[in-house]
């Protein structure tokens, strides 16, 4: 099996060697650049399994880099920012990137988003327009009849929890504000606040954790909002 090839564009290069020294452990390969000047034109001709960019770069900033390489490839993208506050504007800018990271970071952590995402898309694609999205950890959803599998059982949700895992299950990993998680499952519910959405999350969580054991289907980042990490 070949190897998994990471690309990361980080100034700051202890951290960058930090990360390296960690991904190589898991035998991937690792591919490390200082600045933004050729990030676009090495990530494109390298064509990794995925890309951690940070946001503040000299030369060309991350957030540029990041709309360049997505207009032209899919490579997931991790974004990495040192302020916690700005994840929420990223999030509005709808970069395309598949995960947010703030510094400081604990290794151990990127590492299990990005063994994550590497998951998530080396699955198979189902070509089947009529089939409900499934994910091999056994959940279904089917948006035509409002419907919740789990394996073979069937998990009673409420049109709101319905709503709001549906947002997050289509877009496993991408990381969903509270604001965004309104606008999108409740465009026209005025009763239904942020710590709504929490609590809906809470009870979520609650009915899919007899079924998903210790995974943690639902990932809170903090001071951001949610994620689906099936």
């Given at each position: 099996m070949a190897q998994d090839h990471i690309i990361i564009v980080e100034d700051e290069e202890a951290l960058a060697e930090v990360l390296k020294d960690y991904l190589s452990q898991l035998d991937m390969r690792v591919t490390v650049l200082?600045?933004?000047?050729?990030?676009?034109?090495?990530?494109?001709?390298?064509?990794?399994?995925?890309?951690?960019?940070?946001?503040?770069?000299?030369?060309?900033?991350g957030l540029s880099i990041c709309r360049e390489v997505r207009a032209k490839s899919e490579v997931p993208i991790i974004l990495e920012t040192a302020r916690i506050e700005e994840i929420d504007r990223l999030l509005g800018l709808e970069l395309g990137a598949d995960d947010y990271i703030c510094k400081p970071w604990s290794p151990r952590e990127v590492v299990a988003r990005v063994k994550a995402i590497l998951r998530r898309t080396k699955r198979p694609v189902s070509t089947t327009e009529i089939a409900p999205q499934e994910t091999p950890d056994g959940l279904q959803m089917n948006e035509e009849n409002w419907t919740v599998?789990?394996?073979?059982?069937?998990?009673?949700?409420?049109?709101?929890?319905?709503?709001?895992?549906?947002?997050?299950?289509?877009?496993?990993?991408?990381?969903?504000?509270?604001?965004?998680?309104?606008?999108?499952?409740?465009?026209?519910?005025?009763?239904?606040?942020?710590?709504?959405?929490?609590s809906h999350i809470k009870n979520i969580r609650q009915k899919l954790k007899p079924f998903s054991g210790e995974d943690e289907l639902i990932r809170s980042v903090y001071g951001v909002g949610y994620a689906y990490d099936g």
């Open positions: 200082n600045d933004g000047h050729s990030a676009v034109e090495t990530i494109l001709e390298e064509d990794p399994d995925l890309v951690i960019l940070d946001v503040m770069l000299p030369g060309k900033d599998f789990f394996g073979s059982e069937q998990l009673d949700f409420t049109r709101r929890e319905f709503r709001l895992l549906f947002i997050l299950f289509k877009r496993p990993g991408r990381v969903f504000s509270r604001a965004q998680l309104l606008e999108l499952a409740f465009p026209d519910d005025a009763m239904v606040f942020d710590r709504t959405v929490d």
